[in-house]
Each structure stands twice: as structure tokens, then as C-alpha cells.
T-cell receptor, first 115, second 115 residues
Framework: AQTVTQSQPEMSVQEAETVTLSCTYDTSESDYYLFWYKQPPSRQMILVIRQEAYKQQNATENRFSVNFQKAAKSFSLKISDSQLGDAAMYFCAYRRDRQGGKLIFGQGTELSVKP | DSGVTQTPKHLITATGQRVTLRCSPRSGDLSVYWYQQSLDQGLQFLIQYYNGEERAKGNILERFSAQQFPDLHSELNLSSLELGDSALYFC??????????????FGPGTRLTVL
């Protein structure tokens, strides 16, 4: 069974600084998808970034980028120029099926941003 | 706003009761997913429907059931409620067209409190 592990329950970053959130996963599949979702205090789940396993190039969305290491089964999220609005719970998620299917989530990392 | 709507936002009920949570997917999305977020279990996949048919089942209790109607809205029915069923229940939808960029968009969730 696939599993997703986020080993950092809490992280803190100074405003305008850079922070990296870690995620590892376990799978025997070669084709899969990885996601980072953000859950602010409103509890809404917001997609931050997506990575397809067959792509070697790391995904980037504005200030958010990932470091995808397929062999190591590692998928970290880097947030540059951190802003107060980035404070939230961040979940790493895995999806096996190319045509959709369930997301398997990690336990989450609570990120606080200090002014 | 993800385009996924869920009602009600909050629900408070007693043990042994039955409740129905409702979800309307984004316009055009054929797949609906239900997830449960609780403090002890984290975010867990419950069930997926695609165009009215059950597609996949996760850690869904026998006391829970769901269905997707011809207009594609979905309902999650929880019966014989226990204190441990208190959680945030999310609905997500996706297009499921087979395109690899298929993404799940989450609704705002229904907060269920069982007293």
C-alpha cells in the first residue's frame, strides 16, 4: 500500500525568507502524481502545486517550487519570499491513477510565518 | 472559490442519529470524492463516484453510504452516529476525462459534531 510521510509536524519561517517542507512516499508504481495542498485556518483545501512522476523537471508555481527526487521517493516544497498569507497547514498527497482516483495524504506540516 | 459547494457548513447532532451531507461538484465534473478529516485519523479517502456509479471505496464504515444523482450532485449519509464520527467532511470533484492534469478541487467542507 502506498504511504505518504511528512516528518515535520511544525515549521516556522521569517517573512520574506525561504522555507522547505519535506515529504516522502512509498510506492511500487512508476507512474503517479504528487500534490501539495494548503489548508489555511478557513479549512479550505487549496491546491498549491502538482508534479507528474514521469516528468523530470521540477514543477514551479510562482513562489512555490518542488524538489522531486523519484529514486529517493522524496517530494519537498520550497516556498520563497514567504508571506504572512502562507501560514497554513500543508499536506503532501499522492495519487496513483492516471485517470483520477483517491488522494493519499500525509499527516501535514503546520507552517507559521513570523513578521 | 473552487466551484465545489457543500451544505450544510456545520452540523451538530446526537449519538445514534442520522445525517446527510450534500455536495455539488464543479460544473462539468463527473467525479465526486468524499474525504474525512479528523484529529486522530488525518485526511482519509472514503468513496468516489463517477457519473453516478461507485468507482472506488476507501476507509468507509458500513454505517456510512453515499450516492451520486443524475444531476451529478452527491450525498453522504452517516447513520448510527458515534462520538468518533465528529470530523470535517470534504467533497472534491474532478473532470476525469483521462487527461493527466486531472485535479481534484475541494469544497469548503462540512463540520460534523456528534454530542
Amino acid at each position: 500500500a502506498q504511504t505518504v510521510t511528512q516528518s515535520q509536524p511544525e515549521m516556522s519561517v521569517q517573512e520574506a525568507e525561504t522555507v522547505t517542507l519535506s515529504c516522502t512516499y512509498d510506492t511500487s508504481e512508476s507512474d503517479y502524481y504528487l500534490f501539495w495542498y494548503k489548508q489555511p485556518p478557513s479549512r479550505q483545501m487549496i491546491l498549491v502545486i502538482r508534479q507528474e512522476a514521469y516528468k523530470q523537471q521540477n514543477a514551479t508555481e510562482n513562489r512555490f517550487s518542488v524538489n522531486f527526487q523519484k529514486a529517493a521517493k522524496s517530494f519537498s516544497l520550497k516556498i520563497s519570499d514567504s508571506q504572512l498569507g502562507d501560514a497554513a497547514m500543508y499536506f503532501c498527497a499522492y495519487r496513483r491513477d492516471r485517470q483520477g482516483g483517491k488522494l493519499i495524504f500525509g499527516q501535514g506540516t503546520e507552517l507559521s510565518v513570523k513578521p | 472559490d473552487s466551484g465545489v459547494t457543500q451544505t450544510p457548513k456545520h452540523l451538530i447532532t446526537a449519538t445514534g442519529q442520522r445525517v446527510t451531507l450534500r455536495c455539488s461538484p464543479r460544473s462539468g465534473d463527473l467525479s465526486v470524492y468524499w474525504y474525512q478529516q479528523s484529529l486522530d485519523q488525518g485526511l482519509q479517502f472514503l468513496i468516489q463516484y463517477y457519473n453516478g456509479e461507485e468507482r472506488a471505496k476507501g476507509n468507509i464504515l458500513e454505517r456510512f453510504s453515499a450516492q451520486q444523482f443524475p444531476d451529478l450532485h452527491s450525498e453522504l449519509n452517516l447513520s448510527s452516529l458515534e462520538l468518533g464520527d465528529s470530523a470535517l467532511y470534504f467533497c472534491a470533484s474532478s473532470a476525469n476525462t483521462g487527461i493527466v492534469s486531472d485535479t481534484q478541487y475541494f469544497g469548503p467542507g462540512t463540520r460534523l459534531t456528534v454530542l
